[in-house]
Structure formats: C-alpha cells, structure tokens
C-alpha cells in the first residue's frame, strides 16, 4: 500500500513535491503512527527554500510536528494499545550510550537524527516513530492542537529551561513567528512582561501575540525595553532565524541581562561582539527538548493554560501543502497544519 507524502528530494531551491511512498516498515521497539495532523515548522520551509543549514538525507519525507493513533505496534512494544492518541518527539535516532542521552538530554546527541531532515516525517499517511518517542494525550485535547506540542516545547525548554524568567521580568521577543509567539506566550505565563517585536509586514502575526497579553512594537523596542529604569530589557529572546538580529539583542538587553538565541540563522555574523563582554551579558543557545518538557507542556495545553488556537492560520489537505507552505512563508499566517488524510 502506497500513500502521497511530501517529499524534500534534493538540496536545491524548491526542490519538494508530492511523492507516492510505500507504507513504512517498523522495527520491533517501534510503532506505526496514523498521522492526524501536521504541522508545518519554518524548518519545513527553510528545506524547501534551500536556506537551511543542517545536514538533510534526500529524499526525505517533511514534517515532525504531528498527532494521532497508533495503527500497529513493534514485536518488542509494550504499555500502548492500536488506537491510542498519542504524540511523538522528534529525536527519532539517538545514541543511547551516549554522554548526553545517559543524562536525559538526548536532544544533544551530536549524533540524533529527527524526522523531517534526518529519517522520514510525517506529512504522509503513517510513519514509523520509536516507542519511547510517544506521550499520550487526553480525549479532550484536539488533535489539531495535540499537533503542536512540539514547538511550545521549544518555547517552553527555551524560556523556562534556558531563560530562567522571573515575575515582572522585562522581555524582548525578536520574530512573530511561531516560536517566537509561543515564546512569548510561555514568558507571559511565567509572569513577564512581553514585548513581540516585527517588521511592517508582519501587524497580522504580531496582532496574534497581542491575544496572549503582549506588546506588539513595529520597528524598533528601544524605548519599550528602557521604559521601566533606561537600562534594557531582563531578557531578549531571538526568535527571527537570522543572524544580524543578534546584534539587535545586544543593544536591547540590559547590563548583566541575558539574550536567548532559539532562532536559526547560517549566516556569518559580521559584526563586533564587544557589547556582549561590556554589558556583562549571558548569551544562551537553545535547542529542541526532551521528555519532562514533553510532559509538561501537554499538561498546559490539555488544562488550556497555553492555547494554541490563537496561532493556528488554516487546516489543509496534504495535495495542498504549497498554499499551506506560501500562506507561511508570505508571513500571512503564523502557522498552518496539514491534515493526510
């Protein structure tokens, strides 16, 4: 049995289109997943643009951001019945003896492979995920919602993990994207005050981090992050997936502040770092998630506490992964999900 899956095949601008796949095979510790929905990362869209900057095995199915019902179990799988909603981490290959998998922070194996760039994702009808990637979702958690556990894991891993926010903490969200607005909504709920910084282009995304009780600013955050004693803003999270915006942070965080970079960007910097050592500032990388995260954020989302219906732009049938893609990277949505079948 074949079923049409979007399909990254080359390492060239454009180079994606609907591919007839067989139905995949799952070793015995694995599961064959009945994707619900998908949902498209920026990572879906820097592959399809070729302005990406990770190693990709072409041809490769798209997407890891996805929900739905276990179809068939492994030989070797215990504790999970056919028909159980679940959804599934990305850390598809990981190196269990090493260093950083024994500690539980899988996400940095040097050597993890995630679905979508490294194995098949699932912008197609099954895919095959090992069982130690899945965590359950309730009834009542929509699958179109259940689909998005994965970037408000960024989020969370980033702003709770890495950022450390404090109440009444003065935030900077650099990027009205997807992860740059669920950063901002996780910020909130740790009691910051958040501002979501864009450009004019980007009002109709920036008006969406308004409904998570955040300050839309077109331009620049200046005058915002100094408002409260002129020293900066606590924290600036970089979230818009370029390299120049860093320098932006520099100028926004405060004396002993902390910039977050979670946003992507291979190109060269280009300009002096010296701000970093006179303002004294921690500068923190922040990568993928692990299984508490996992935990804890479908917790959020099954209690309604994170919502991530506000940033939901449209549902599309997977013939129509272009539009959904187009409606994405034109910035006229915030993020668009892919229903297989």
């Keep these: 049995m074949k079923s049409a899956a979007v399909v990254n095949y080359a390492p060239e601008k454009g180079a994606v289109e609907i591919r007839e796949i067989p139905k995949p095979e799952t070793g015995p510790d694995d599961v064959l997943l009945e994707v619900a929905y998908v949902g498209v990362c920026g990572s879906d869209l820097h592959q399809w643009t070729n302005g990406h900057s990770w190693p990709v095995n072409y041809p490769v199915v798209l997407g890891h951001e996805f929900a739905g019902r276990i179809a068939e179990l492994g030989a070797a799988v215990t504790g999970w ?20 998998s024994k500690i539980g922070l899988y996400n940095l194996d040097p050597t993890r492979k995630g679905f979508g760039y490294g194995v098949n994702g699932a912008m197609t009808r099954y895919v095959s995920t090992p069982a130690r990637c899945l965590h359950r979702i309730p009834e009542h958690l929509p699958f179109e ?15 709770v993990n890495n950022a450390r926010l404090r109440p009444g903490d003065r935030v900077v969200v ?38 998570y009780g955040c300050e839309a600013i077109v331009g620049s955050a200046r005058d915002w992050a100094r408002a409260q004693d002129g020293l900066g803003a606590d924290c600036v999270i970089d979230a818009a997936g370029a390299s120049a915006t860093l320098q932006v942070a520099m100028e926004l965080v405060r004396p ?8 992507w960007g291979p190109q060269p910097l280009g300009f002096s770092l010296d701000q970093l ?6 500068l923190q990388g922040s990568f993928s998630h692990n299984w508490p995260v996992w935990e804890r954020v479908i917790a959020l989302l099954a209690s309604g506490r994170l919502d991530v219906k506000p940033i939901i732009g449209g549902i599309w049938p997977l013939a129509q992964w272009h539009d959904a893609f187009e409606k994405m990277h034109r910035g006229e949505v915030v993020k668009s999900i892919i229903k297989p079948a």
């Design 277 to 282: 050592v006179q303002k004294n500032v921690t």
């Design 145 to 159: 919602h259940a689909c998005l556990t994965e970037p408000c894991c960024v989020a969370y891993n980033a702003v």
């Design 174 to 211: 650099l990027g009205p994207g997807t992860i740059g607005i669920l950063c901002a909504a996780v910020a909130h709920l740790c009691g910051a005050d958040v501002a979501v910084v864009g450009l004019e282009g980007d009002r109709g995304r920036l008006s969406i981090a308004e409904q």
């Design 256 to 263: 002993n502040g902390h910039i977050l970079k979670v946003g």
């Design 81 to 100: 019945q056919v028909g159980d909603r679940v959804v599934s981490e990305t850390a598809a290959i990981i190196d269990p003896a090493n260093p950083m």
